[in-house]
């Protein structure tokens, strides 16, 4: 009898350890998940940041040769600040909105520089033009790394056994980066 006893009492030890250590994994692995979304958010902040930097420039060249275009360059200015409100922020939908209406009014403004040649052949408006084309891509790609790590979490979140740690983790499925509709394209940069 106390055989027995003793087997029931190693299996039963045995258990509690699997169950214990199978617990601490999901917790990890789902806080770990969580971590790699914030951080991919935090990437698309300093690429939000960066873009919303170069519009004073921008908007400055600009102003020198189109000094009466002022809604639009208004336009960009409050956009622009919208975009670094939002950077600070914690919502998805919100970042991806200033972004949108950034990228919207940046487009007037290059559609206003079309009327400006010798705006066009300034060398400080095309090294802009550069940087912002360049900030675009940075951006675009920040994007997909975050929603290729909110990908990861939700199914972490969603499937098991994972989903039963999520509560015990304080970790959510989180929302995707997606533009507003209509606002699917970045602004257009000319050359």
């Not at 949108?100 to 487009?107: C, E, K, N, P």
Request: glycine residues 6%; hydrophobic residues 50%; proline residues 4%.
């Amino acid at each position: 009898m106390t055989t027995v006893l003793i087997i029931v009492l190693v299996v039963v030890i045995a258990l509690f350890i699997i169950a214990a250590l199978i617990g601490i994994v999901g917790f990890n692995k789902l806080r770990k998940a969580d971590i790699a979304c914030e951080e991919a958010m935090g990437g698309i902040d300093v690429q939000l940041t960066r873009r919303a930097d170069l519009i004073p420039n921008l908007v400055n060249t600009v102003k020198g040769y189109a000094a009466h275009e002022a809604g639009v360059l208004e336009a960009v200015t409050a956009a622009r600040a919208n975009v670094q409100h939002a950077a600070q922020g914690s919502s998805v939908a919100e970042k991806a909105a200033s972004d949108a209406q950034l990228g919207g009014a940046l487009g007037r403004l290059f559609a206003v520089a079309e009327n400006y040649p010798q705006l066009q052949a300034a060398p400080n408006f095309r090294a802009l033009q550069t940087e912002l084309a360049d900030t675009e891509n940075k951006l675009s790609f920040a994007r997909q790394y975050y929603n290729d790590a909110v990908s990861r979490l939700n199914q972490a979140v969603k499937t098991l056994p994972w989903m039963f740690f999520a509560p015990m983790s304080g970790v959510k499925a989180r929302e995707f980066y997606q533009a507003p509709a209509g606002h699917t394209q970045a602004p257009t940069v000319q050359f």
